[in-house]
């Protein structure tokens, strides 16, 4: 944890029901950051964002937000985040664009401009009820009303997940360049790792309520690798290598994949394997699937 | 299984109404007292009973509804023909039940205070045909207010068209067997409608589609302040005064009906029946609270308060709602005061505070709810509920012209009450999942 992050946790633990959701969890964004927020369901994504905007009182451990406790907000801190959440808490019977006058009072400042230009461009119909419109549409007012105000931060769970594929690109390309701005930090959950992949710079991997993996998207690609090793004879047992998250065995052929990955590292595996290794570049869905395998 | 799990379990409230009614019954049937005190083992019976059937009983139809218009379960082979025959076997479910504890509670008293067998055939008939009823009207009106409507004009109508007939007993003429084969033929008529329907519509409650045209983001009024913004937030764009204007309206179509069709009766009971109304449109103000409470969440941010500083605004907010209730429920209940005659022996000046104090603990009952419920809510209901008997209706069934200002007190320390758990609650609320408002 750093001065400059604006987010950061340290030994975070959220119990709820009996059972704990985050276990421990330390983590950091600074400025700027484009981060995605990984985990399969009930991996306490949504948990997290919970406790780090404030909604939900952590049972041990630190939140900080600003420099400030979660669970304590300062109001000018409070004015510097934008939340879109995963189940939209809009109003059946108030419109889009009622809700947008209603969301501009609550700020000093608020781009009406931006919300013209974004409402028309991904045609979003404000003179309608929201009882009226479908799970997307909800979900592209929902996300208007986080943006006009400009946040600093801004934290979304599962933004995308009610979109269409045109309107899913759409919002990635303005979702890039909101990121674009200066000082602006995003952390948003998603289950579409190829969306993560686009636009992230950053990955946070949660599994079962700890971190399975954070850092940079690209460092992350450089350290993690799968290796096809081509043995002469079968492979007599499972491997066990240094870094292993994953290992396949289909006769002589076993399809590794590594962690804390070098280039000079090969040549040891090589020999240690008695096989000859073949570098496959992963995806970032194959390296979520490696760490939940 | 499955019958007993919707009709007893599917839901919280059903739960815990199945729960607490076991409890009641329980304490009725195996710790009833001697045998020469028989009325008193009488009441935790019916309560316990009453409490578990009062949902399939009365809210089958909704139940019907909803899961009609569920694509999931209408892939399921015959989908429709078993949801009918689950509907109908719930009734009677729920139906029997009530008979054997009826049956079981006049066991355990002496031999001439039990009624005779054909009391029970006759009441079995009248419960399967207000089940049948309840059923059928609440299914055809949930679907849209327009249908609630008409069907309050349906169900007023026979009532009406017998009294210009002149006949005076209704109930005894539409009892035992001319029920049961209404209410046979009622299903009879829906079922065959239900089965060859196309379409079963859902819901629409509150998915009017708006005809207003196409506007810009900044055509809409603004509000000038935050609080102002929170406020039209917490009340859906209206204001304490419109809601106090509506439930007035909706007191006064009511109360027009009950005197309309329940003048004939003695004044005790008319005034038990008006005023008890108003006692429970006075406790909308739970339903406010508990609202407020739900949307506060997304209020959060924005209000840059804390959780404290958070709920102290918002029950200023739900009090001064409760007021315009209040006032409301006061104008009412004086204009029923002054028309009817002879007035009720109880003084206007306990009436009036006996009518609102259930109002003013509904609203930190509705407060309270921030996402955690318990045992204790539902007691809290339940005094509420007892406070309108004990406090209101009783006294005025009797005739009885002495104030309970004890019943009034313990409501006012209940309100306090709720009042402190709805603050140690927000202190530490945990919104963890937003609630659909």
Same mark, same amino acid.
């Given at each position: 944890m750093t001065d400059a992050s604006v987010i950061a946790t340290r030994g975070l633990v959220k119990e709820a029901g009996g059972r #704990?959701? *985050?276990? !421990?969890v330390d983590l950091a964004a600074a400025r700027g950051e484009v981060v995605g927020l990984l985990g399969k369901n009930g991996a306490g994504k949504s948990t997290l964002l919970d406790v780090l905007l404030g909604f939900a009182l952590p049972s041990a451990g630190d939140a900080r937000v600003f420099g400030e406790p979660s669970q304590n907000l300062s109001a000018a801190s409070k004015a510097r985040i934008g939340f879109v959440p995963q189940q939209d808490e809009l109003m059946s019977l108030m419109s889009g664009a009622q809700h947008l006058a209603l969301a501009a009072s609550f700020?000093? #400042?608020?781009d009406h401009a931006l919300i013209e230009r974004l409402a028309r461009e991904w045609e979003v119909p404000l003179n309608r009820r929201i009882g009226t419109l479908s799970g997307g549409e909800r979900q592209k007012v929902a996300t208007l009303l986080a943006l006009g105000h400009r946040p600093e931060l801004l934290l979304m769970d599962?933004? +995308?997940? !009610? *979109?269409?594929p045109v309107a899913r690109r759409q919002f990635m390309v303005t979702l890039l360049e909101i990121a674009a701005e200066t000082n602006r930090t995003i952390l948003f959950s998603s289950h579409i790792v190829s969306d993560i992949e686009r636009v992230a710079s950053h990955v946070w991997i949660l599994r079962e309520g700890e971190i399975a993996w954070q850092g940079e998207l690209d460092q992350l690609k450089e350290s993690t690798v799968r290796l096809l090793l081509r043995a002469e +004879?079968?492979?007599a047992a499972p491997l066990s290598l240094p870094g292993q998250l994953h290992c396949e065995l289909q006769g002589r052929t076993a399809s590794v994949v590594l962690g804390d990955w070098s280039a000079e590292r090969l040549p040891e595996i090589e020999r240690a394997t008695a096989s000859r290794a073949e570098l496959v570049p992963l995806t970032l869905e194959d390296m979520f699937l490696a760490v939940h395998a | 299984m499955q019958l007993l799990r919707v009709g007893f379990w599917m839901l919280p409230l059903q739960r815990w109404l199945t729960l607490l009614g076991a409890a009641s019954l329980l304490v009725g049937l195996v710790f009833h007292p001697p045998a020469n005190a028989p009325g008193s083992t009488l009441p935790p019976t019916f309560l316990g009973v009453g409490l578990m059937v009062m949902v399939p009983l009365l809210a089958g139809g909704v139940f019907l509804r909803m899961l009609s218009t569920s694509r999931a379960l209408l892939l399921r082979p015959h989908a429709r023909g078993r949801l009918l025959a689950g509907a109908v076997g719930i009734l009677l479910l729920a139906s029997s039940v009530w008979i054997f504890a009826y049956w079981a509670a006049f066991q355990q008293v002496p031999a001439k205070f039990r009624p005779p067998l054909e009391e029970y055939s006759l009441m079995l008939a009248m419960t399967l045909s207000l089940g049948t009823l309840c059923a059928v009207a609440l299914f055809i009106a949930s679907r849209s207010p327009m249908w609630t409507l008409l069907i309050i004009l349906i169900w007023q109508a026979p009532g009406l068209l017998l009294h210009a007939l002149g006949v005076e007993d209704a109930t005894r003429l539409l009892g035992g067997p001319v029920s049961l084969a209404m209410s046979l033929l009622v299903w009879l008529v829906f079922g065959i409608w239900y089965l060859r329907a196309r379409r079963i519509h859902a819901s629409a409650w509150g998915h009017r589609q708006d005809s207003t045209p196409a506007m810009a983001t900044t055509s809409v009024s603004q509000p000038a302040t935050r609080e102002q913004a929170m406020s039209r937030w917490l009340l859906a764009n209206q204001s304490a005064p419109q809601l106090g204007l509506y439930c007035l309206l909706a007191a006064l179509f009511v109360l027009g009906f009950q005197w309309i069709f329940a003048r004939e009766v003695e004044a005790q009971t008319l005034h038990a029946i008006m005023f008890g109304t108003l006692a429970i449109v006075a406790v909308l103000t739970g339903a406010v609270g508990r609202t407020m409470a739900a949307r506060s969440r997304a209020l959060w941010l924005p209000a840059g308060r804390t959780r404290l500083q958070l709920y102290g605004w918002i029950e200023r907010q739900s009090l001064l709602v409760a007021l315009a209730i209040g006032v409301a429920v006061g104008l009412a209940a004086t204009l029923v005061w002054w028309l009817g005659a002879p007035h009720p022996a109880m003084p206007l000046g306990y009436l009036l505070p006996a009518l609102l104090a259930p109002g003013l603990c509904s609203v930190w009952l509705g407060l309270m709810q921030q996402h955690r419920r318990s045992l204790l809510d539902v007691l809290a209901m339940i005094a509420i509920a007892a406070g309108i008997f004990y406090g209101v209706v009783r006294p005025l069934f009797a005739g009885s012209a002495a104030a309970r200002w004890d019943v009034l007190g313990a409501q006012l320390v209940l309100a306090a009450l709720l009042r402190e758990m709805a603050r140690l609650r927000w202190r530490s609320a945990d919104w963890r999942r937003a609630q659909r408002v």
């Open positions: #704990q959701i *985050l276990k !421990g700020h000093t #400042q608020w599962e933004p +995308a997940s !009610g *979109l269409d +004879a079968e492979f | -």
